[in-house]
């Protein structure tokens, strides 16, 4: 028997309406959820981004039914009461994943749904009949009723307010309210709400990511130049002397491919925790990039006072950091700019601040400086000894001089030091410091590198050819190619293309490379087994200890020429030189001393029976062709 028998043709029609309205709703949420999809451009939403978006267009299509269909069919039923307890509303009500109420004149919930209960942490029967502003967390409830009965009750409206849950915690939600009227009279308002406090949430996670760094929590450099332009700029701050410094930490990247990033970051942090130690409310620490960080001082004083914090800085820096029960040392260099000129903006200060750092990096590090007005020209004249470093090494300028090694006992010369120079065909001989930090800068440093090897075995097989004593030449490895994989594979085959023997190979390394004890090790061996020589260069300076030599294949020590500088003046420079020579020949190991200047320095180290001596004493670095005079004793130093 059909459905349809007993009715009226006015209920047939009836029917016909809410069957149409909720046809047409599940055509529009089908069409709404397609356009969803197309309007994100084919990309797959996170579920939140999703829910919402849906649930924007969900609301409006119940809206369209609530508030256009609902009052047609109420008043084509006759409710003069305005019932809402239709089985459409109820199923609505019932099954909408929307928080939905609807709300009187007089601001009292009429109905609820499940959702809306859920949100506010309510049963349904405790929030009909009662008074929705309670529940805003707000101390202008009473302006917000006022809005809600002129606004709310006669136009449609989408805000985000506060609310009061249940338990009592404050959270955000977003509303759609729409006027809900029947034969032109106002029964209230239908409310849509969802919790936005996850959103608000990620609003302010990504509010903090665009202005702080995640892992130290510190300004980042978009929040610092904003700051330090503000501070610049602000009428008050106008008198004082406000200045920069820059912080570069020294040999990070080393660290970093030594132990890994997590280890890295580990000594990042800790850096951040000491450098804003000391800070007052007037200044600002940032990390601006990378090892990078930057300290703004409010009210720098006078130079002295300024030069003074610097100085203070670094010294709290070379208290070992302790990472994961490992004692490293690290030092950083600094450089310093303050707004002496009224006209001085935020970015002029920092590339200033960014030139006294590269002046530090360039004459060795671990130490600060102040700007100088007069390095503009010497800037320009860097860019353009950079331009020509770029080509230098195709165009044959490298030139290799040679500083002789001698036996402290017999006064033989024992061996070489291959050092590296630069003719340019304008400047003349330029010399290491000026080239090699702009060579580590641009990443040259390792085609440099290997073709000072190439071409030191290539004279040192020269010289065998000619009949001369036969040496060993020594040759410095950079960092960079240290880190090689294929190093191994480079050196063995430079030494059968030169055709020198590995033996008459010494290569240098410096303490800082041996920070990764057994990735050093493991390297160190597979050079050891063709056969060369390892010398530990600048010994006392870094980062080993006798402990770590043992481990290492190792065959001489050179003492740091800063120790061998003042052993005639300093008691503790000798004392660390003479333990060196003493632990050294403990571990079987040759030891020499470099920076030899003076009789004085000879005979202290001949005293303490240091193996071997290099320096200007003997002889400066000279020309292959000197050293051949050299070795075949016609040549008078």
Same mark, same amino acid.
Request: hydrophobic letters at 40%; one cysteine or more; a negative charge.
């Given at each position: ?20 309205? !909720?046809?047409? &709703?599940? /055509? ?18 996170? @579920? ?11 609301? !409006? ?74 529940? !805003? ?5 009473? *302006? ?10 006669? @136009?449609?409206?989408?805000? %985000? ?16 309210? &729409? ?18 406090? *996850? ?8 509010? @903090?990511? &665009?202005?702080?760094?995640?892992? /130290? ?10 700051? +330090? /332009? ?55 620490? &940032?990390? #601006? ?6 300290? #703004? ?24 950091? =302790? ?12 450089? !310093? ?17 960014? #030139? ?6 360039? %004459? ?44 402290? $006992? ?24 000026? +080239? ?20 030191? $075995? ?6 065998? *050819? ?15 190619? +240290? ?31 041996? #920070?990764?004890? =057994?990735?050093?090790?493991? $390297? ?12 530990? *260069?600048?010994?006392? /300076?870094?980062? %080993? ?51 030899? =200047? ?17 320096? @200007? ?21």
């Amino acid at each position: 028997m059909s459905s349809d028998a007993g009715r009226t043709p006015r209920q047939l029609v009836q029917q016909t309406n809410v069957s149409a309205s !909720i046809s047409w &709703a599940s /055509t529009t949420l089908l069409s709404l959820t397609a356009l969803v999809w197309a309007v994100t451009g084919h990309r797959w939403l996170s @579920y939140s981004q999703y829910w919402w978006s849906t649930t924007i267009f969900t609301s !409006i299509a119940i809206l369209y039914i609530i508030v256009i269909h609902i009052p047609i069919i109420l008043r084509n039923q006759g409710h003069a009461h305005h019932s809402l307890h239709t089985p459409i509303v109820e199923s609505i009500l019932k099954h909408s994943p929307v928080a939905l109420a609807v709300i009187s004149p007089s601001g009292k919930f009429i109905e609820v749904n499940e959702s809306s209960s859920q949100l506010l942490g309510y049963e349904r029967d405790e929030l009909v009949g009662r008074s929705f502003l309670p529940l !805003i967390a707000s101390d202008n409830r009473q *302006d917000y009723f006022q809005r809600f009965q002129k606004d709310l009750l006669t @136009y449609p409206q989408d805000a %985000s307010i506060n609310v009061i849950h249940r338990t009592g915690y404050r959270f955000g939600i977003n509303i759609i309210t &729409a006027p809900l009227t029947v034969r032109g009279e106002s029964i209230g308002a239908i409310v849509f709400s969802h919790d936005i406090s *996850d959103h608000n949430r990620n609003i302010e996670r990504i509010r @903090y990511m &665009a202005y702080y760094d995640d892992m /130290t929590g510190l300004p980042n450099r978009r929040l610092f130049m904003m700051q +330090f /332009t503000e501070r610049l700029t602000s009428k008050s701050e106008r008198d004082n002397r406000i200045a920069i410094i820059y912080l570069d930490l020294d040999r990070f990247k080393l660290i970093n491919a030594s132990f890994g990033r997590e280890f890295g970051d580990m000594l990042l942090m800790q850096v951040a925790e000491r450098l804003t130690r000391n800070l007052t409310d007037q200044d600002v620490a &940032a990390r #601006m990039d990378g090892d990078e960080f930057a300290i #703004m001082y409010g009210d720098a004083g006078g130079e002295l006072e300024l030069l003074g914090k610097v100085k203070e800085l670094l010294i709290s820096l070379e208290e070992p950091f =302790e990472l994961q029960g490992f004692p490293l040392h690290v030092t950083a260099s600094i450089g !310093i700019a303050w707004n002496k000129l009224k006209n001085d903006d935020a970015s002029l200060l920092m590339k200033k601040a960014e #030139m006294a750092l590269a002046k530090v990096k360039e %004459s060795g590090k671990n130490n600060c400086l102040l700007y100088s007005d007069t390095w503009e020209n010497s800037s320009l004249e860097r860019l353009k000894l950079q331009h020509d470093l770029k080509q230098a090494l195709s165009k044959g300028e490298f030139v290799l001089h040679y500083q002789p090694q001698y036996n402290l $006992c017999n006064g033989n010369m024992v061996g070489v030091e291959a050092l590296i120079r630069w003719q340019h065909p304008e400047r003349g001989l330029v010399p290491p410091n000026q +080239f090699i930090p702009l060579a580590e800068e641009s990443g040259m440093i390792v085609q440099i590198g290997d073709w000072v090897l190439q071409e030191a $075995c290539r004279q040192n097989k020269a010289w065998q *050819d000619e009949g001369l004593t036969s040496i060993p030449v020594s040759v410095n490895l950079s960092i960079r190619q +240290f880190l090689q994989q294929n190093l191994t594979d480079k050196v063995s085959q430079i030494l059968k293309d030169t055709g020198l023997q590995a033996k008459y190979l010494d290569l240098e390394i410096t303490e800082s490379m041996t #920070m990764d004890i =057994e990735r050093a090790s493991r $390297c160190l061996l597979e050079l050891t087994s063709l056969g060369v020589n390892i010398s530990m *260069d600048d010994f006392g /300076t870094g980062y %080993s200890s006798f402990n770590y030599l043992k481990s290492l294949p190792i065959g001489r020590l050179k003492i740091d020429r800063s120790f061998v500088r003042d052993i005639e003046q300093e008691a503790g420079d000798a004392a660390i030189v003479a333990a060196i020579i003493s632990m050294g020949h403990n571990l079987n190991l040759q030891v020499i001393a470099e920076g030899v =200047e003076n009789e004085a320095q000879m005979q202290f180290l001949k005293k303490h029976h240091c193996d071997e001596i290099q320096g @200007y004493f003997w002889s400066p670095p000279v020309r292959g062709q000197q050293i051949a005079e050299m070795l075949q004793g016609v040549w008078k130093h």
